[in-house]
């Protein structure tokens, strides 16, 4: 049964343990598909690329967030009073 392989680049689990930071480092910033009998086991994301997708993440949820809150009525607020 074919699986989807949600990465430019792959590696065995055997390269993985071999050498780590290469199979990091062949994916030039990008995640990397670690495979297990020719199937995605897991994703190696590399610090950066985490990073970014929380982010991702973080706005999704925040702009979530002001789609509620765009309905609410405003409060009226002086500059003196800041």
Do not use: W
């Not at 480092?25 to 990397?32: E, K, L, Q, T």
């Not at 950066?48 to 993440?57: G, N, P, R």
């Amino acid at each position: 049964m074919p699986h989807p392989v949600l990465a430019d680049t792959a590696a065995s689990i055997s390269e993985l343990k071999a050498n780590p930071m290469k199979v990091v480092a062949s994916g030039h910033g990008m995640p990397i598909a670690v495979l297990n009998r020719n199937a995605p086991a897991f994703y190696c994301v590399p610090a950066a690329a985490y990073e970014a997708m929380m982010e991702l993440i973080d706005d999704a949820a925040l702009l979530k967030l002001v789609e509620q809150r765009r309905s609410e009525p405003a409060v009226p607020v002086a500059l003196d009073d800041l």
